[in-house]
């Protein structure tokens, strides 16, 4: 029998995911200590329900690796047997236990674990914890846009990191329980969402509800998305952007099942994403697969386009 439930809240940066995490911990999910969370910032008004220890081993943990949060390559391979990553590997066995110990349920979000759970599946399994995952994605249109704005991100390399991170997370992922939440339809009905997520994920939703319900109301409002994309921007990204994106489409609604069609496109676009990466860690001295060349091409193409708002 399982110790606890952990519930891990995948997703790409400005994604939602601090949104869909305070909706978590409101059904009762804790997040950690409570001096642990992070607070509000003037890209994120409602908090970024984050656990800063989290937070601050996974930075700590690329940089060893030289790897920065907006990053489009991938991590360097065999990097989770490497003795750089074994002193991490105690220590977020420490942190787990001083944080969650003592709840039968907890979550954590933090964009960079879409690189680094398979650091978080290797140390869970030796903690008798139930992982599981809920995956939230948006636009990639609007994210770029996002990122801009914030970070001022080139809005073609935004697009990269978006995809990097999504198709990691998902080959992460890989043989876990996961649920797809589309932010759009979370903003749209958070309810209805959130009760989907609650059921799927075995959270008991609570009888005393009207903390939830009011609490959500009063934040979540469409207001908080600044950046709203059309059909034509989509069209414009790369094929491999936009088929990601149907993918997690197709993920996010009801009714859903992940057969072996869904799960060879998802093999199919992380085996060009990879050869894409080699392709300029080989100094161009040989050229990739066909099929991955001409992903590169289309992908080439995009650094020339601008993703406008």
């Given at each position: 029998?399982?110790?606890?439930?952990?519930?891990c809240?995948?997703?790409?940066?400005?994604?939602?995911?601090?949104?869909?995490?305070?909706?978590?911990?409101l059904?009762?999910?804790?997040?950690?200590?409570?001096?642990?969370?992070?607070?509000?910032?003037?890209?994120n008004?409602?908090?970024?329900?984050?656990n800063?220890?989290?937070?601050?081993?996974?930075?700590?943990?690329?940089?060893?690796?030289?790897?920065?949060?907006?990053?489009?390559?991938?991590?360097?391979?065999?990097?989770?047997?490497?003795?750089?990553?074994?002193?991490?590997?105690?220590?977020?066995?420490?942190?787990?236990?001083?944080?969650?110990?003592?709840?039968?349920?907890?979550?954590?979000?933090?964009?960079?674990?879409?690189?680094?759970l398979?650091?978080?599946?290797?140390?869970?399994?030796?903690?008798?914890?139930?992982?599981?995952?809920?995956?939230?994605?948006?636009?990639?249109?609007?994210?770029?846009?996002?990122?801009?704005?914030?970070?001022?991100?080139?809005?073609?390399?935004?697009?990269?990191i978006?995809?990097?991170?999504?198709?990691v997370?998902?080959?992460?992922?890989?043989?876990?329980?996961?649920?797809?939440?589309?932010?759009?339809?979370?903003?749209a009905?958070?309810?209805t969402?959130?009760?989907?997520?609650?059921?799927?994920l075995?959270?008991?939703?609570?009888?005393?509800?009207?903390?939830?319900?009011?609490?959500?109301?009063?934040?979540?409002?469409?207001?908080?998305?600044?950046?709203?994309?059309?059909?034509?921007?989509?069209?414009?990204?790369?094929?491999?952007?936009?088929?990601?994106?149907?993918?997690?489409?197709?993920a996010?609604?009801e009714?859903?099942?992940?057969?072996?069609?869904?799960?060879?496109t998802?093999?199919?676009?992380?085996?060009?994403?990879?050869?894409?990466?080699?392709?300029?860690?080989?100094?161009?001295?040989?050229?990739?697969?066909?099929?991955?060349?001409?992903?590169?091409?289309?992908?080439?193409?995009?650094?020339?386009?601008?993703?406008?708002?």
């Amino acid at each position: 029998m399982h110790k606890s439930k952990a519930i891990c809240i995948l997703g790409m940066h400005r994604s939602g995911t601090s949104s869909v995490a305070r909706g978590v911990n409101l059904l009762g999910v804790s997040l950690g200590k409570k001096s642990q969370l992070g607070g509000a910032g003037e890209d994120n008004p409602t908090g970024f329900w984050e656990n800063q220890e989290i937070s601050n081993l996974e930075t700590r943990l690329l940089t060893r690796l030289g790897i920065t949060w907006d990053t489009t390559k991938p991590l360097p391979k065999n990097w989770l047997q490497s003795e750089a990553v074994r002193p991490f590997n105690d220590e977020l066995s420490e942190l787990i236990s001083s944080n969650f110990d003592s709840h039968l349920s907890w979550a954590w979000k933090h964009p960079q674990t879409c690189l680094l759970l398979p650091l978080w599946r290797e140390v869970l399994e030796k903690s008798n914890a139930k992982l599981s995952c809920l995956f939230v994605f948006r636009n990639p249109s609007e994210v770029a846009s996002s990122l801009f704005k914030r970070d001022f991100i080139p809005l073609d390399k935004a697009i990269g990191i978006w995809f990097h991170y999504n198709i990691v997370a998902l080959e992460n992922a890989a043989g876990l329980p996961i649920v797809f939440l589309n932010y759009d339809r979370f903003l749209a009905d958070w309810e209805t969402e959130l009760r989907r997520c609650s059921a799927s994920l075995d959270i008991e939703w609570p009888r005393e509800e009207e903390q939830l319900l009011e609490t959500m109301s009063s934040f979540l409002k469409p207001s908080l998305r600044h950046h709203v994309s059309t059909p034509d921007k989509l069209q414009e990204l790369p094929l491999p952007v936009r088929e990601l994106f149907h993918v997690l489409l197709e993920a996010g609604t009801e009714p859903f099942t992940r057969d072996s069609r869904w799960g060879k496109t998802i093999q199919r676009l992380s085996r060009e994403f990879y050869a894409y990466a080699s392709f300029f860690e080989s100094g161009f001295n040989l050229p990739p697969p066909s099929r991955s060349a001409r992903f590169f091409q289309r992908w080439r193409k995009s650094f020339h386009k601008r993703v406008q708002e």
